[in-house]
């Protein structure tokens, strides 16, 4: 995780790449450098502590399971952080 302001982050791999959307919500890890579709605001559940990230440029949130990750859901899935 890698704060870029108070109001964005970006999600980063091992091995240095970042996570970006694109508009139909498809995950990839490919990008070495930081653009808009690697940009997600970071929301916390004050209830439980988890987390949710929102598409900076598509508006959507980062969800799913296991490999059938995406960006299309249109309600906070709450991560928990370790």
């Given amino acids: 995780l ?3 302001n108070e ?3 970006y999600l980063i791999s091992p091995l240095g790449y970042y996570l970006s959307t694109d508009k139909y919500g498809k995950i990839s ?3 070495d450098i930081k653009c808009d579709n690697c940009k ?3 929301e916390t559940n004050k ?3 988890k987390w949710a990230f929102k598409s ?3 508006g959507y949130y980062f969800a799913g399971l296991g490999d059938s990750l ?3 859901s249109k ?3 709450w991560w928990t952080i370790h």
């Fill in 40 to 42: 997600f605001y970071l």
């Fill in 75 to 77: 309600q906070p899935e």
């Fill in 7 to 9: 109001e964005f982050v």
């Fill in 47 to 49: 209830r439980d502590g």
């Fill in 70 to 72: 995406h960006c299309f």
């Fill in 29 to 31: 890890c490919e990008k």
């Fill in 2 to 4: 890698e704060q870029d």
């Fill in 56 to 58: 900076f440029i598509h």
